[in-house]
């Protein structure tokens, strides 16, 4: 069984910092990948961050250098630092957990703000 919880969203400045936390029901290294995506109304859901269960992370290019993804194995945790936050981060951010056969399982989302 495997449950995902988001927390650590709210109202922040532009240039501002959060940092978001999923919480697993299993350990997080047992993934074969940990993600967040994020998604603003009537936008398409994107891909903010990936590691795998070897700890490689990766990020799109438009957010290398802001957003960092990483993991605490005796919390169960993935994180997902977010520095230099922009308006256009607005988005409720979602954290996924993909299976080593492929099958995905998503957090119910957080809601981030990014405004002044």
């Known amino acids: 069984q495997v449950q995902l919880v988001e927390s650590g969203g709210g109202l922040v400045q532009p240039g501002g910092s959060l940092r978001l936390s999923c919480a697993a029901s299993?350990?997080?290294?047992?993934?074969?990948?940990m993600g967040w995506y994020r998604q603003a109304p009537g936008n398409e859901r994107e891909l903010v961050a990936t590691?795998?269960?070897?700890?490689?992370?990766s990020y799109p290019d438009s957010l290398k250098g802001r957003f960092t993804i990483s993991r605490d194995n005796a919390k169960n945790t993935v994180y997902l630092q977010m520095n230099t936050l922009k308006p256009e981060d607005t988005a409720v951010y979602y954290c996924?957990?993909?299976?080593?056969?492929?099958?995905?399982?998503w957090g119910q989302g957080t809601q981030v703000t990014v405004s002044s």
């Open positions: 996924k957990a993909t299976m080593t056969y492929g099958r995905a399982y």
């Open positions: 299993r350990s997080v290294s047992s993934f074969a990948a």
């Open positions: 590691i795998t269960s070897g700890g490689s992370a």
